[in-house]
């Protein structure tokens, strides 16, 4: 009876094991550098790269999970492409013209241990914006503001949880 007792209370508790650990990190990875996202969207935006990898590297530094480096001191890598860039219409107004656009960004992003040569992870990331035509070339602007902003939170989100 003793042992059944005792056999109750291992299997009502050594199941429930939760860990809140967020770090999904290798050992010995404390250093990271972002490279330049290459681009082969054909989307056209020369600020396209450096804006997502400058939103990246900040979103890094805020974390504060990694710092950032430069290559030849980091212990890992954050290596993306930007693969494509589309837009599409979300609303119409009462005169037939779009109200309202979507724009949508799709990137592929490898996370690399510096130290071993290999690949931790790699992973495709898509996020959007939407902007009004109406106010002109600028609005578009702030609509790929937008999905570059979502698109670093999650490559953020994807390289210190393991949620």
């Not at 450096?50 to 890992?76: H, K, R, Y």
């Not at 898509?126 to 670093?152: C, F, T, V």
Request: proline share 4%.
């Amino acid at each position: 009876m003793k042992y059944c007792a005792i056999l109750a209370l291992v299997l009502a508790f050594g199941g429930c094991t939760y860990s809140f650990r967020g770090a999904s990190l290798p050992p010995g990875v404390h250093t990271v550098a972002v490279q330049v996202f290459d681009d082969k969207s054909g989307f056209g935006d020369p600020g396209l790269r450096t804006n997502l990898t400058n939103m990246l590297t900040q979103q890094l530094i805020s974390d504060n999970t990694l710092q950032v480096t430069n290559m030849s001191t980091a212990d890992a890598a954050v290596i993306g492409t930007i693969n494509s860039v589309t837009t599409q219409p979300v609303s119409v107004k009462g005169n037939e013209q779009v109200g309202k656009w979507q724009i949508t960004v799709t990137v592929s992003v490898k996370f690399e241990n510096l130290k071993t040569q290999k690949t931790i992870w790699a992973k495709d990331f898509s996020n959007w914006g939407e902007y009004d035509p109406s106010a002109g070339p600028s609005n578009r602007d702030a609509g790929l503001g937008q999905a570059e902003d979502k698109l670093s939170q999650d490559i953020l989100l994807a390289l210190v949880t393991n949620w």
